[in-house]
Antibody, heavy 123, light 106 residues
Framework: QITLKESGPTLVKPTQTLTLTCTFS??????????VGWIRQPPGQAPEWLAL???????RYSPSLRTRLTITKDTSKNRVVLTMTNMDPVDTATYYC???????????????WGQGTLVTVSS | EIVLTQSPATLSVSPGERGILSCRAS??????LAWYQQKPGQAPRLLIS???TRATGVPARFSGSGSGTEFNLTISSLQSADFAVYYC????????FGQGTKVEIK
């Protein structure tokens, strides 16, 4: 079955760069139509999509955050890495990685999610 | 950016009653809409994709409808496990989420 797990620091200081790793199993990022996304959720707020990488290394970024984000993949290690620069206290949130369904007439959502990792930005 | 507006913000329903949640998109997204359920301390769970197709293992009491800019999620007979926050999400143009509807026990 498909599983994903996020890892990274729980506390970062303002202006630092955050690096998060998503380690997954049950699928391959070299398979056509597969994608892995990052989504964050500040406490008590709605989720916010950040970035997504496709099987062919095509990348998509949230327009409002694209200058701060980089997403990469290591297909051989089943990992996806997200970096976010210039962290600020407003970036405090639970960060999730998720498997994206191929987009068809009946699918296209994020069907498997990691447990999430809470990242706090504070000096 | 496509904005999704969910209503109501809170839905108070008695167990066994029907609940209807709405999601409106700021521009047409065809049927590229998903619904998620989230309980405290858990990741969102995919319920519906393609506006009306239930994900694997989702009970038949959950149904989705709509296309274009107007969408609904209907829970036909609310069970105790269904009291949670529900989010709609569009994937027609990037990915955005609505602000959520909390379904609480009346």
């Amino acid at each position: 079955q498909i599983t994903l797990k996020e890892s990274g620091p729980t506390l970062v200081k303002p202006t630092q760069t955050l690096t998060l790793t998503c380690t997954f199993s049950g699928f391959s990022l070299s398979t056509t139509e597969v994608g892995v996304g990052w989504i964050r959720q500040p406490p008590g707020q709605a989720p916010e999509w950040l970035a997504l990488i496709y099987w062919d290394d095509d990348k998509r970024y949230s327009p409002s955050l694209r200058t701060r984000l980089t997403i990469t993949k290591d297909t051989s290690k089943n990992r996806v890495v997200l970096t976010m620069t210039n962290m600020d206290p407003v970036d405090t949130a639970t960060y999730y990685c998720a498997h994206r369904q191929p987009r068809t007439a009946t699918s296209g959502g994020f069907d498997f999610w990691g447990q999430g990792t809470l990242v706090t930005v504070s000096s | 950016e496509i904005v999704l507006t969910q209503s109501p913000a809170t839905l108070s329903v008695s167990p066994g009653e029907r609940g209807i949640l709405s999601c409106r998109a700021s521009q047409s997204i065809s049927n590229y809409l998903a619904w998620y359920q989230q309980k405290p301390g858990q990741a969102p769970r995919l319920l519906i994709s393609g506006a009306s197709t239930r994900a694997t293992g989702v009970p038949a009491r959950f149904s989705g409808s709509g296309s274009g800019t107007e969408f609904n999620l209907t829970i036909s007979s609310l069970q105790s496990a269904d009291f949670a926050v529900y989010y709609c999400q569009q994937y027609g143009n990037w990915w955005t989420f609505g602000q959520g509807t909390k379904v609480e026990i009346k």
